[in-house]
């Protein structure tokens, strides 16, 4: 199956349900008062994710998602039906971006994470809300409120404890299919692994309670250029970047390049790609130990790297030589080192002690632009007030008009130039402007 990594998808959330503008009509009340019931909310759109998905190759089948509209409201008070939520599974490691600005909505990282992305619309109120000692008999009831209509950009960075990094062929494959129950494809030639593999090392004995666990990434090969999108450069360089430990492969049996250039030529293009990668700690892992070859260059190696004061191993897969002592510094590496948010979710605000939340939004803030001669008001709120507003009843225009200038709207498009007959518009309603 292929392997999916970044997807666009549009999610609407339900619009609320119309309000009634009904009257009780009753045998023995024939002018009975108004009744009408609200309308239902609409349902909301949630993201969860789910650690059984590690592609989002379904979104590339299925774009477009809409969570269920509330039903209008009846009368004697009857209240319309919500609408039913939606809940969207994405795999866990899942970063939610708005395609429109690129800003970083979410960031589902835990088991069963959820977070609501586009809010249903509120019901609108029915005319029995609306009645008043001097205005018995309102006219007036409110549409639904819209759902929040969202284009997202879905991109999955895989969760792993460990990141498998080196050149082609440099053994990163066969670690994994020993030391996890993953079954990576292997080949002899450069770009064997096409996409990340993920597998599990269990630690210690586990029926005794002194055992543990950690997930580990096999990331396709790298070659140099990588960080300037050479080969298939960006396209999985992303999915070290939630690791807390590198495993740094060396190829024992790589005639072509000094073995500590080898190790150079990775940590420049993860460099070159993101600084922090290549300030993770690492452990270095001099493979194909059976062979001559190998063995005649381990010395060098392991001197240069303790010089360095970089842990080093030197493993065979084929003999499992020093791959138990290689897993078990791993296993104690790790019990040390913190779990880190991504950078840019931390630069977004979004990341705190609680975990991972939506990005504020500011509800009642507005701008006002004009497009054609025509003014344009974007604002959440004010977009949200004229959408459920009945404009062809005078009260439902009042009642506008009120809310409008509490929230700075009238002396706004006043100082934006306004004039009688002019047209406004707020989303996808739009007025005539007449004397204020």
Known sequence: MDFFDQAKIYVKAGNGGNGSAHFRREKFAPQGGPDGGDGGRGGSVYLQAD??????????????????????????????????????????????????????LADLTAPDQKVAIAQGGRGGLGNVHFATPTNQAPREAQFGEPGEDLTLVLELKLIADVGLVGLPNAGKSTLLSIV???????????????????????VGDHRHGDGSSFVIADIPGLIEGAAEGVGLGHDFLRHVERTRLLLHLIDGDNLALDPWEEYEVINRELAGYRPELADLPQIIVFT????????????????????????????????????SDLINFTAAQLRELPVHPLAEVIAAGLADESGITLRP???????????????????????????????????????LEKHLRQLGVFDA??????????????????????EG
Request: proline share 5%; no cysteine; net charge neutral.
């Open 361 to 399: 939004q500011d509800a009642t803030s507005f701008t006002i632009s004009k497009e054609d001669g025509v003014f344009v008001v974007h604002g959440k709120r004010v977009e949200r007030l004229a959408a459920m507003t009945n404009s062809e009843t005078e009260e439902g225009l009042a009642r």
């Open 180 to 202: 996890t129950a993953a079954k990576p494809k292997i080949a002899n030639y450069p770009f064997t692994t096409l996409v990340p593999n993920l597998g599990v090392v269990e």
């Open 413 to 434: 498009l006043a100082r934006a130039g306004v004039q009688p007959g002019d047209t406004v518009r707020f989303g996808s309603v739009e007025l005539g402007w007449g």
């Open 51 to 104: 650690t059984n998905m590690n592609t989002l190759v379904d979104f590339h089948y299925n774009q477009r998602f809409h969570a269920g509209d509330g039903d209008k409201g009846g009368g004697a008070r009857m209240h319309g039906k919500s609408g039913d939520d939606l809940v969207i599974r994405v795999p866990a490691g899942t970063l939610v971006r708005l395609a429109e600005t690129g800003a970083i």
């Open 288 to 323: 194909k130990m059976d062979l001559p070859t190998a063995r005649e260059r381990w010395p060098a190696v392991e001197a240069r790297a303790k010089a360095a004061e970089i842990p080093v191993f030197a493993i065979s897969a084929p003999t499992r030589e020093g791959v």
